[in-house]
């Protein structure tokens, strides 16, 4: 493993520009600060890699080399908006300040990035909005806090994620979630918690995923011991987390229909009365429409993303979804 992320070259963008020229046309690019989070929740990779490596895994890179690789880009193939797509942006309070300091007097284009809601407190938020920061992730995963402490290990309360959400939208910035269903004991009445959840949090838009059993993470061990999953080669990971389940889920097709219609469900709350009906109904394909188009939109919204990216990402949705 590098330690120092420094000694690392750039990323050769040019190489992704000749292959992918929408890539070049994109308003908005993806950049990434560092490896690793800090956390340990029973369902992401970066707790394995914390138990395989301990606190080495966090690893970030100076902030004048980020800020010389954004400025480089920006010149060379433009850029309007910055997209860091770390899992936590705001693990390190000192790094950061340094950082956003440097961003908004060098780079001073709105960003998006992703953050833990116990680490967004008034002084980070206050600090993301003021370097520019127009989207805010927050992963909310699971609407009913005793599954998220307990099962998910993720150690925040719903009032924590509330506060956060909150400080949010009044520094005024957008909040995106990330959320993740098909959990092992969970039933698709459970999952709706998660949604309406969501709308109480004032959500501008949101992801749902249907939990992975990759191997090695503890919740999938949880999953093997209560005998929902069964490795098997005939049915292998799915491109997306999106797509589909593992476990032998009861009432598996709500899950699905309930992944498909979350972002839905969030757009329009006066309709959560009637999603346990729409979660039966066999149009599977329909409602895999309503994602995509819902997926669109909100790509385009979260990513300030052109027509081109946008169509580009239609193209893919189509393959993998
Ligand atoms: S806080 Fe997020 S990135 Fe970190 S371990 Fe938990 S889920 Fe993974």
Redesign the pocket.
């Known amino acids: 493993m590098v330690a120092n992320l420094d000694e690392l070259p750039d990323p050769l963008w040019e190489l992704y520009f000749q292959r992918y020229p929408v890539l070049r046309r994109a308003t908005t690019k993806e950049f990434f600060i560092g490896r690793g ?5 029973t ?5 394995t890699l ?1 138990r395989l490596y301990g606190g080495g895994a966090v690893r970030l890179r100076s902030p004048a080399r980020i800020v010389s690789e954004l400025l480089r880009i920006k010149q060379s193939a433009g850029l309007a908006a910055v997209y860091f797509n770390d ?2 942006f705001t693990a390190d309070r000192a790094w950061l300040q340094e950082f956003l300091g440097r961003y908004r007097l060098e780079v001073g284009l709105p960003f998006t990035c ?1 953050g ?1 809601a116990s680490l967004l407190t008034g002084e980070v938020v206050e600090a993301l909005a003021r370097a520019g920061c127009r989207w805010v992730e927050m ?1 909310v ?1 699971c609407g009913d806090e005793r599954r998220r402490r307990e099962l ?3 150690d925040e309360s719903d009032e924590a994620l509330a506060a956060a959400a909150r400080r949010i939208k009044a520094a005024g910035m957008f909040l995106k979630t990330s959320n993740m269903i098909g959990l092992p004991g969970e039933t698709p009445a459970d999952a709706l918690t998660t949604l309406r959840f969501n709308q109480e949090l004032g959500a501008d838009a949101a992801t749902c995923s249907l939990f992975q059993p990759f191997p090695g993470l503890p919740l999938t061990e949880r999953a093997l011991a209560l005998g929902l999953y069964v490795p098997s080669p005939e049915r292998p990971f799915g491109a997306f987390s999106f797509q589909t389940s593992l476990l032998e889920l009861p009432e598996a097709q709500r899950f699905l229909n309930l992944r498909r219609l979350f972002s839905f469900g969030l757009g329009f709350p006066r309709l959560l009365p009637l999603l346990p009906l729409l979660l039966k109904l066999p149009v599977a394909r329909f409602y895999e429409g309503v994602a995509i188009l819902f997926f669109l939109w909100t790509y385009r919204r979260y990513h300030q993303a052109d027509l081109a990216l946008v169509l580009a990402k239609a193209w893919q949705a189509r393959g993998l979804r």
């Open positions: 989070c800090p956390y340990a929740c369902f992401c990779v970066n707790g914390r899992d936590t992703a833990r992963g995963e998910l290990g993720k």
